[in-house]
């Protein structure tokens, strides 16, 4: 099999990763938002509430995500040459939108309690509940993780974070029932909540914070500007590489970098050196658009003495 093929298998693998991505994070908040409505009900636990919400914007950003994902994947047309991946950005800002409003709703709530404490009432379904809810979402999270070391995707990376936080959020509210119905510091479980509550402010930042530098057209980090100067250099005829511009759009990566060849090299062995460096560039990252502009060896520092 030819490597450009390799590519391309490699490509709609990680495409198909995150569409199954996206399904699991729906189906699994759907199923934390049944069992946690019916435990909120029956012990009546503001921070199993704080839960209840987050799980609830969790649902609604993953199904925005899911939106998201599919439209990012389509291939690019005549009205979008760069491809929809923005798609992906965009719903981060979504979610970080989603996120501080449940913030704000819980430290209402938890404010409330405080001035007003109540006992928990059945903590031993708290328990059972939250035990559960981390199970399952420790699962989804390592998914998640794989997929985005294979896709790079700023959406599910969103997602992902999201039910990070669920894991550190469920711990907490077992924490809290246990302080409030077995010591009975009640008020233990609004204070739990308020905190929950700074700390998903906290992950509404990062998570909007990463959307605006794709929607700036930030560079990639430094490793991978280095690394990609390093594959192109490594190409036999390759002297040098300048003027190297790098973005991301979802999971997809475009990539524009000058390389200097002898000058009095034929244009046709420039080409295929060129193509040659697209190829290796594109192999280390597969769902990449990478363009080479040959220059002879010299020629930046020449164009800099004009100056």
């Known amino acids: 099999m030819m490597k450009t093929d390799k590519v391309a298998n490699k490509t709609a693998h990680v495409a198909q990763l995150m569409r199954w991505a996206t399904y699991a994070s729906v189906g699994v908040a759907i199923v934390l938002i049944v069992t946690k409505v019916i435990a909120w009900i ?3 636990s503001v921070s199993l509430l704080s839960t ?15 939106i998201a994902v599919r439209h990012a994947l389509q291939p690019a047309d005549d009205e979008h040459r ?21 913030a704000l709703f819980l430290i209402f709530e938890s404010i409330e309690r405080l001035a007003h404490p109540t006992m928990i009432v059945n903590p031993e379904i708290g328990y ?21 070391r294979k896709s790079g995707s700023l959406a599910i990376g969103a997602d992902s974070l999201h039910y990070q936080t669920d894991v550190m959020i469920n ?15 009640t008020l233990a479980d609004p204070i739990f909540a308020i905190g929950i509550a700074l700390f998903i402010s906290y992950t509404a930042w990062r998570i909007g914070t990463e959307a605006l530098n794709i929607l700036m057209d930030h560079e990639l980090p430094d490793d991978d500007r280095r690394m990609i100067v390093d594959i192109a250099c490594a190409q036999n005829g390759v002297e040098g590489v300048h003027d190297l511009r790098t973005r991301s ?27 040659i460096v697209e190829l290796e560039v594109s192999a280390a990252y597969p769902n990449s658009e990478v363009i080479v ?3 002879p060896e010299g020629i930046e520092e020449v164009e800099r003495e004009k100056l």
């Open 293 to 295: 502009h040959q220059d």
């Open 249 to 275: 759009s979802g999971s997809r990566v475009f990539i524009q970098m000058h390389v200097e060849m002898d000058g009095d090299m034929p244009l046709r062995r420039a080409h295929e050196i060129a193509d």
């Open 82 to 102: 760069f491809g929809h991946g923005k798609a992906e950005p965009l719903a981060g800002l979504a979610q970080s939108a989603f996120i501080v409003g449940s």
């Open 128 to 148: 059972g509940v939250m035990v559960f809810s981390i199970l399952v979402t420790v699962g989804l999270v390592f998914f998640q993780n794989y997929v985005v």
């Open 42 to 44: 029956l012990t009546d």
């Open 52 to 66: 209840l919400i987050d799980s609830l914007l969790d649902a609604a950003a993953s199904v925005i995500n899911l």
């Open 171 to 185: 711990g907490s509210v077992l924490i809290s029932i246990f302080l409030a119905s077995e010591l009975g510091i």
